[in-house]
C-alpha cells in the first residue's frame, strides 16, 4: 500500500469514530446555565488566552490545507480537523459570555482584533508540519486537561463539560498526526528522524508573536501549572517520542551521521522557545 493510501484510510477511520461516537454540540450538550460565576478570574484569563490561540483558524486551516491539497487523506482530515477546531474557540467564548466573566461586545472586538493579525506556518514542509502538529495537539490537549482539573475545583459545571469534550476532540488529532509521523518514519526512517530534531530545536507555540497579550497570559499559565519548559520536556516531548518508537540516541546517533549537527542540535534554550 502506498504512504496516501495508508493515509486516505487512516482518514476513513478518523473520521467513522469522530461521527458515530465523538461528536457534540455547542449548545444542545454544555450546561451553559451551570457556568460558575465565582470561577477564578485567572481560570478565566487562561480560556481567554486559548481562545485567542484557536482564533487563528482561518490559516492553521488554509495554510495546512493548501499544503496538503495533493493527499486526500490529510486534506480530508485538514477540513474536518478545521470544523471541530472552530467549536473550540465558540465554547470558550461562549463560557465566557455565559459566566459573565466578558461581555459579548468584549468578545466579539477581541476576536476582529486578532484577526488583523495572520499567522504563517512555522515549518514548510508537510513532514515536519505533520511532526509539528503532533507535538502541538498533545500540548493543547494537555493544557485543557489540567485546565479542566481547576474548572473542577471551581464547581464550575459548564466549563468542565466544555473543556472534556475540547480535550477528546485534541486527543483524537493527536492521534491522526502521531500516526501519520509513524507513516513518515516507515517511509524514510532517516529524514524523518533529522526532521523530529529540527521541529524540536525550532518548537514554539502558534500564534504566540501575534497576540500582544501573551506575556501576560504566558504568566498566567505558567502560575496555574498549565504549562512550562518542564511540561513540554517530560509531559509532550517524551511521551510523543515514545509513541512515535523514537529514542533520544535515534535522534542523536542520526544527526551526527548526517554531519550537520552543528545546524540542528539544540541551543541552550530551544525548549524555552513556545515562550517567545
Ligand atoms: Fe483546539
Ligand atoms: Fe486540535
Sequence with gaps: MTLEDQFYDMYREYFRHAENGR?????????????????????????????????Y?????????????????????????????????????????HSGKRTERQVRDYS?????????????????MIIYTTLQELSTQLNYRKLMALAKAENDEALVTALGFISRDEAAH??????????????????TLLDIQYVLTNFKMPAIDLISEWQEYLNNIVELGLFSARIFLGEVVQPALKQLEVTRADLKAVVDASGIANLIEPKAKSALNFVR
Excluded at 58 to 85: C, M
Excluded at 119 to 125: A, I, K, L, N, S
Excluded at 174 to 191: I, M, Q, V, Y
Design 23 to 55: 461528536r457534540w454540540n455547542v449548545e444542545r450538550d454544555i450546561p451553559w446555565d451551570k457556568c460558575n460565576p465565582q470561577t477564578n478570574d485567572k481560570v478565566a484569563q487562561a480560556v481567554e488566552a486559548f481562545m485567542a490561540v484557536e482564533m
Design 57 to 97: 483558524l482561518p490559516d492553521y486551516t488554509s495554510k495546512i490545507l493548501h499544503l496538503v491539497r495533493h493527499s486526500r487523506g490529510r486534506a480530508w482530515f485538514q477540513a474536518n480537523w478545521g470544523y471541530e477546531e472552530s467549536k473550540h474557540s465558540l465554547a470558550l467564548e461562549e463560557w465566557l459570555i
Design 112 to 128: 476582529d482584533s486578532l484577526l488583523q493579525q495572520e499567522w504563517d506556518m512555522p515549518f514548510d514542509t508537510p513532514r515536519r
Design 174 to 191: 493527536f492521534k491522526f498526526f502521531k500516526d501519520g509521523a509513524r507513516l513518515f518514519l516507515e517511509d524514510n526512517r532517516d529524514a
